[in-house]
């Protein structure tokens, strides 16, 4: 019994006494195994779901391993998807830092003023920190890698989906050789793989949970609604239950602002949160949330990543998640630290109950019908007539498309030599031209004349580009977003697409895609 107590483990006085604040005296199943092999140097690959004592199963080791120097070196290095959990990450270590003089632990993110933390990266032994941010201060000069020992990839799945790869790449190749690496992630796919591959040496897999001891304490179910009462359903849910604390999962910010607006006008104490908020704001939120002055939460997905707020009752998915493994982080927000919680999905449609078949099958999750009693008395809600006004207004009757220009003809040529690519994501997922033709140039860096025609059809959406350009955008965009869904180009007529000299096909390339996680199928 005793060999799973933190007090058998050879740590600081310092930081035992730290743990002993914190309230914890025994190791979670992946903190027992992963604290040991960190102490020793091992490079780990951490596989376990969310609320499992993840960050503490890093941070307590890492703490341990830093030491503090009159120079401010930089010795840790963790990168997060979000602000949010980076901010949370950082608010865990300095907890277990309490009593180590001279270790300093700064946060870096977007949305934050740089001179704030470029002053703060002077004296941090510790770094937590968003990777698009953390390149900022690498290509400034006030981020010094030479001196790394430790880097930490947490929820790296995440990271991946929202199209961080290359970052990640570029950030590791910044840090020494003989520095130790720890991945983790609720799940595998195939980038994460070749991670490890190229980055890790000899990494020991840790499963602390197999993904499944986390969920034993969530009862998951399943309500089924009419569509035209989805909205007032979930209202009336809250109320049938007597939840005072609840998530509530939406799948696009626009359905964010439209649901939370509808909560209000029931006289629920319900705030959005989502990425087009200033951070300000997000952080205010938050913290609204974590002390209580907000009952429900609702978000997308990615602005969800890092809440860990205490004692929430139910996860209600309002909208079907867009890929297996959102479900996973989802529900994982309750049912935390030993607490009971519960998950209600909503299923209005015979395409939702297909996808939850699917969500059933991936996970060997068992959702539990719930009867909603009153569900039929229910009046209709105002979301769905917002949702068809803006859909009528977005789409032409004939076709269900629109188009919008590229730019310029004399830079780009509309002729018979162009190349139509698809991408899936369409008017179903609240998507116009500006976000497409946005996304390429993030992420291809082409200019706005040089896109073409853009069609937005319902569930996918066409894009016509000169051949050069085509095969740049499919190399590009490989882990690419559109406003929030990670997307796939395709070419739709291959035989006007031959690859370059030395470059992949397209179909090649298209198969290297399908192993990924995506948000759409």
Do not use: W
């Amino acid at each position: 019994m005793s060999e799973n107590l933190f007090s058998s483990l050879a740590l600081d006085p310092e930081i035992l006494r730290a743990i002993e604040d914190v309230g914890y005296e025994t190791m979670t199943p992946i903190q027992e195994k992963i604290i040991p092999a960190i102490l020793e140097g091992r490079d780990v690959i951490g596989q376990s779901s969310t609320g499992t004592g993840k960050t503490a199963a890093f941070a307590i080791p890492v703490i341990q391993k830093t030491q503090p120097s009159e120079e401010g070196l930089t010795q840790v290095l963790v990168l997060a998807p979000t602000r949010e959990l980076a901010i949370q990450i950082c608010d865990e270590m300095r907890k277990f830092t309490k009593y180590k003089e001279g270790i300093k632990t700064e946060p870096v993110y977007g949305g934050q003023t740089i001179m704030i933390q470029i002053r703060g990266l002077k004296k941090a032994e510790i770094v937590v920190g968003t990777p698009g941010r953390i390149i900022d201060h690498i290509k400034r000069g006030t981020l010094k890698l030479d001196h790394i020992k430790t880097v930490v990839l947490d929820e790296a799945d995440e990271m991946l989906d929202m199209g961080f790869y290359d970052d990640i790449r570029y950030i590791l190749r910044c840090c020494p050789e003989d520095r130790q690496t720890l991945l983790f992630s609720a799940t595998m796919p195939s980038q994460i793989l070749r991670l490890t591959e190229r980055f890790q040496k000899d990494p020991e897999l840790v499963k602390g949970d197999d993904g499944q001891t986390a969920f034993e304490l969530i009862s998951q179910y399943y309500v089924e609604v009419p569509q035209h009462k989805k909205a007032n359903s979930v209202c009336l849910l809250l109320e049938k239950l007597g939840i005072k604390r609840a998530l509530v999962f939406c799948n696009t910010k626009h359905m964010v602002d439209v649901l939370t607006e509808h909560m209000v006008e029931k006289g629920l104490a319900a705030v959005a949160i989502h990425g087009d908020m200033k951070q300000t704001f997000r952080s205010h939120v938050m913290k609204a949330f974590k002390e209580g002055d907000v009952n429900i939460l609702i978000a997308t997905d990615v602005a969800a990543r890092g809440i860990d707020a205490e004692g929430v009752e139910a996860i209600i998915n309002y909208d079907i998640p867009q890929d297996t493994e959102y479900y996973v982080h989802r529900i994982g927000r309750t049912g935390r630290a030993g607490n009971l919680g519960a998950a209600y999905t909503i299923i209005a449609n015979r395409g939702e109950f297909f996808s939850l078949c699917d969500i059933e099958d991936s996970t060997d999750a068992h959702l539990l019908p719930f009867e909603l009693e009153g569900c039929e008395e229910l009046p209709d809600d105002k979301v769905r007539a917002t949702n068809n006004a803006k859909a009528s207004h977005r789409q032409r009757p004939s076709s269900g498309r629109r188009s919008s220009g590229g730019g310029s003809p004399s830079r780009y040529k509309d002729d018979a030599e162009n190349v139509l690519l698809s991408v899936d994501v369409g008017s179903n997922h609240d998507i116009r031209p500006s976000h497409i033709s946005g996304a390429i140039m993030k992420y291809a860096r082409l200019k706005k004349q040089d896109i073409g025609k853009i069609t937005i059809g319902e569930d996918e959406s066409y894009v016509e580009l000169s051949p050069e350009n085509a095969r740049h955008v499919m190399k590009k965009m490989v882990d690419a977003t559109v406003n929030d869904f990670l997307v796939v180009f395709k070419n739709v007529d291959e035989s006007k697409l031959e690859p370059a000299k030395g470059g992949a096909s397209s179909s090649s390339r298209s198969s290297s895609r399908s192993r990924r996680p995506r948000r759409r199928r």
